[in-house]
């Protein structure tokens, strides 16, 4: 049996399953780093714990790109509610910080200290569930399908590559921390 070399994306943003799919023609099923903001010790967090993901430990955040901290560059994600994040885009109309490219939250799960983009949905998308009770269970079963899928190939695997693309950012701030 040939054991497969590994690729596994993740870092600060969706782009990286992209760009390995685009510049080196790696095509594969869908990991759990692949749509978010993740650092390695989230990454490890992850990997060490049984994921249990839930309202109650989650939050939706409002994004800060090119924040600036002793004089580098990052991403800074605070935590906010539904209600202000709603109200906010209901009166002003503002999307870039508040929203991910696909109308939904950005959400922070919290145990792991990572922030989901694509998965929770606001009432202006077009996705048909706009519900985050619902939208985090349904979060909950593909993070732990994901996990599931990434620990067999970890075990069938000769070697493992992992690709932590940040953009050039240096750090992940989440709130004040």
């Known amino acids: ?16 399953k992209k760009m390995l799919r685009n510049k080196f023609n790696i095509k594969q099923a869908s990991l759990p780093f692949d749509s978010g903001f993740f650092t390695p010790l989230s990454i490890i967090k992850f990997m060490e714990n049984d994921v249990k993901i839930n309202l109650g430990n989650t939050n939706p955040c409002i994004k800060t790109e090119n924040f600036i901290k002793d004089e580098k560059k990052g991403i800074k994600f605070e935590e906010v509610n539904y209600n202000l994040i709603n109200e906010f885009i209901k009166e002003n109309g503002y999307r870039n910080s508040h929203l991910d490219s696909t109308e939904g939250y950005y959400t922070l799960i919290k145990k792991y200290e990572f922030v989901l ?21 349904i979060i909950n079963e593909t993070f732990n399908r994901r996990k599931i899928r990434l620990l ?10 992992l690709y932590l693309y940040t953009q050039g950012n240096l750090f992940l701030q989440i709130n004040r921390y």
């Open 1 to 16: 049996m040939s054991r497969e070399i590994l690729h596994i994306p993740c870092g600060f943003r969706c782009y990286t």
């Open 117 to 137: 983009a694509h998965y929770n949905w606001s009432p202006i998308s077009n996705k048909e569930i706009t519900n985050p009770k619902k939208n985090i269970e």
């Open 152 to 161: 067999e190939l970890i075990n069938n695997s000769s070697q493992i590559n």
